[in-house]
């Protein structure tokens, strides 16, 4: 009889621990470790719940943790967990889901926890020259490329603007040293004169930060350059520029914007004069300098009805200054269809349309805070495709205070432009408002003919849900050498390859503008063309592949040719 007994227990038990039911059972458990401290946590998904189902967790070091779920939706239940491990090591993890009493499913999981810490520089301008970083100095605005070293050797090379980390994992004692290889353009570095700077991991989890300090250099080359858009709306339209320059002492500089005569100019701000003749806004820039980037920002009504989908031009111009080395980023021309609304959350390209493989790209994200309440803390993430080489990022300019990080997720590159503390005024405070970044990054040389390029990122604003911009494309462009003549939509171009003069035939009103480009994305010229036959001469430019776009009523349209 006694043995009876124990068999039936044993049974019961057996039951007790295995039996696993058709409908409830875990989808998901994604257990995450976070490296600075040991800390685990855990999401549980269970499909066919019922109530009174809960959850225990065994975390491999004698502790366990139950729980009911957080979150019910149907049949589905959500449970989470969290926890802190006393010392390093490897753990596995097992989850029992129990119904009533009932084991009904478990999974385990294994994980490694091994220290490691938050590495990072600050990059300043000391205008106080006390090689301290304190109230009396100013961020650094332009980019710069840091090399991190663990040991004496080379782990990481980052593009920074005033900021730059890494995450490390070296023993108690290892010695990391960020250098700085290429320096923010118009800036030396002078705390200390070498631009290295390192840390020592002492054991304790957690950051360790260091500083270098610059000043400027004021021999380098004079090089002033404006990024900007426009954005055009039935109802109204929007432009926001900004002019950067290398110059150690205060300048002068000035901008010219031509806007479409389908718009009205009906405000501007921004800390330069201006005045207005005709469809042409001059601004007078005085203070311009390394240290003071301008901000201009300008907004039209329409004149008239305008047409949904209709195409806009835009000229933006800064003159170029005496001895200025680059005038190639002093001109933006844009074409921007007309949509429903002008959209400040925009993102634009240059250049635009047909480019070359190994093409320099410049893009803009321009952002406005459209709510009634200060925007404090703004950042944007941006999924690069997969055509752009990483490697040769590089922030031009931005209108505040702008740290750029460097992710990947499921093996694509994504950039984060953070805006910590940049308190963006509600959208009435017009010019208090708005804000921007602009960066350069090469398409892959090894591109074929047709590659699409297109791109857009989302932003948000603290806590809200995020903002997405309009996606822009660039295409690779076909390979036509050896053709006697390109005709394309009421378009020739000839001869091509060419050696002297190219033809530039088109039908009368379609296009009143060209420019052409080299495959680094260069403005080489820039002219008027006429109906009919617009010869242009190309004797003075070096043996290579250029890009003829051409703007007007018909849009845009870009074709290749080969200089001979």
């Not at 057996?14 to 470790?33: A, C, E, N, W």
């Not at 709306?233 to 150690?248: D, F, N, P, R």
């Amino acid at each position: 009889m006694k043995k009876t007994i124990y068999l039936c227990l044993c049974a019961l038990l057996v039951l007790f621990s295995t039996q696993k039911s058709m409908g409830q059972h875990i989808v998901s458990s994604t257990p995450s470790m976070i490296c600075y401290y040991a800390f685990d946590s855990a999401t549980v998904t269970e499909s066919g719940y019922v109530a009174g189902d809960s959850v225990r967790v065994y975390f491999g070091d004698g502790t366990w943790q139950t729980s009911t779920p957080t979150f019910t939706s149907g049949g589905t239940a959500y449970y989470s967990f969290s926890h802190f491990y006393s010392s390093a090591g490897t753990y596995t993890t097992t989850t029992y889901l129990y119904s009533g009493l009932l084991i009904v499913d478990s999974t385990s999981s294994t994980l490694t926890w091994t220290p490691c810490y938050w590495l990072y520089v600050m990059l300043y301008n000391d205008v106080n020259s006390n090689c301290l970083l304190d109230g009396g100095d100013q961020d650094i605005w332009t980019s710069s490329r840091v090399e991190i070293d663990s040991a004496g050797v080379p782990i990481d090379t980052v593009t920074a603007t005033n900021y730059a980390y890494c995450i490390a994992s070296g023993p108690s004692g290892t010695v990391y040293t960020f250098k700085v290889i290429s320096n923010p353009y118009g800036f030396l570095p002078t705390c200390p004169t070498t631009g290295t700077s390192s840390v020592t991991i002492t054991g304790t989890t957690g950051s360790y930060g260091t500083t270098i300090g610059f000043t400027c250099n004021p021999s380098v080359c004079l090089d002033n350059a404006v990024s900007g858009f426009f954005s055009a709306g039935l109802t109204g339209a929007g432009s926001h520029m900004w002019i950067t320059s290398s110059s150690c002492t205060a300048t002068t500089a000035t901008l010219k914007l031509t806007f479409s005569p389908k718009y009205a100019l009906y405000w501007t701000y921004g800390g330069a004069s201006h005045s207005v003749s005709g469809n042409v806004i001059t601004y007078n820039l005085t203070g311009l300098s390394v240290t003071n980037p301008q901000w201009i920002g300008a907004y039209f009504t329409n004149v008239g009805t305008l047409t949904l989908g209709d195409t806009v031009n835009t000229r933006m111009y800064l003159v170029p200054a005496s001895g200025e080395c680059d005038t190639t980023n002093n001109i933006i021309v844009s074409v921007d269809t007309i949509r429903t609304s002008y959209d400040p959350n925009n993102k634009s390209v240059q250049p635009e349309g047909l480019v070359g493989p190994g093409t320099t790209l410049n893009y803009t994200l321009d952002f406005e805070n459209t709510g009634t309440a200060v925007a404090h803390n703004i950042h944007i993430m941006d999924t690069l495709s997969d055509n752009l080489d990483i490697s040769t990022i590089h922030i031009n300019s931005s209108s505040a205070l702008c740290r750029m990080i460097m992710l990947t997720y499921a093996g694509h590159n994504i950039v984060k432009f953070d805006f910590p503390g940049i308190n963006l005024q509600d959208s009435s405070h017009h010019g208090l408002c708005d804000g921007m970044v602009s960066f350069s990054i090469n398409a892959k040389s090894t591109l074929a003919p047709g590659t699409l390029i297109d791109n857009k990122a989302g932003i948000y604003f603290d806590i809200n849900n995020v903002v997405m911009t309009n996606n822009v494309e660039n295409k690779i462009a076909p390979i036509t050498t050896n053709v006697k003549r390109i005709i394309n939509s009421l378009v020739e171009v000839y001869p091509n390859p060419v050696n002297d003069e190219l033809n530039i035939k088109s039908d009368a009103g379609l296009y009143n503008s060209m420019t052409i480009t080299n495959t680094m994305g260069q403005l080489i010229s820039k002219q008027q063309i006429n109906s009919g036959i617009t010869r242009l001469d190309v004797r003075s430019l070096p043996a290579g592949i250029y890009y003829l776009t051409l703007r007007g009523e018909n849009g845009v349209k870009t074709l290749r040719f080969e200089k001979l």
